[in-house]
């Protein structure tokens, strides 16, 4: 088992900056591909981010690419979301995720946290 708590969450103004960061325990984390999604009221859930547990490869959803950066400390057990230029848009609760594949299909991720809120105030 892998348990995930988010933190970092809050209100901030249009334009901008949150970091969230991710603390996992449990099995050997730095195996894991770490991921964040999110998810606004009446919406589906979406991919936002994820890196690989070896390269530190990344891939980012179309609506955050060159604004949000992740990144992760494996001594740390931690994996972070740097949060730039933050828009309206943007408003919804972020979830960490492990799994044993690194990609964007949120299904293929096995361990979730329960969440952080951001606000993202026009």
């Known amino acids: 088992q892998v348990q995930l708590v988010e933190s970092g969450g809050g209100l901030v103004q249009a334009g901008g900056s949150l970091k969230l960061a991710c603390a996992a325990s449990?099995?050997?984390?730095?195996?894991?591909?770490m991921g964040w999604s999110r998810q606004a009221p009446g919406k589906a859930r979406e991919f936002v981010a994820a890196i690989s547990w070896s390269k530190g490869d990344t891939i980012y959803a179309d609506s955050v690419k060159g604004r949000f950066t992740i990144s992760r400390d494996n001594a740390k057990n931690t994996v972070y979301l740097q949060m730039n230029s933050l828009k309206p848009e943007d408003t919804a609760v972020y979830y960490c995720?492990?799994?044993?594949?690194?990609?964007?299909?949120?299904?293929?991720?096995?361990?979730w946290g329960q969440g952080t809120q951001v606000t993202v105030s026009s």
């Open positions: 995720a492990a799994g044993l594949d690194f990609n964007w299909k949120l299904n293929q991720y096995d361990y």
């Open positions: 449990g099995r050997t984390v730095s195996s894991y591909a």
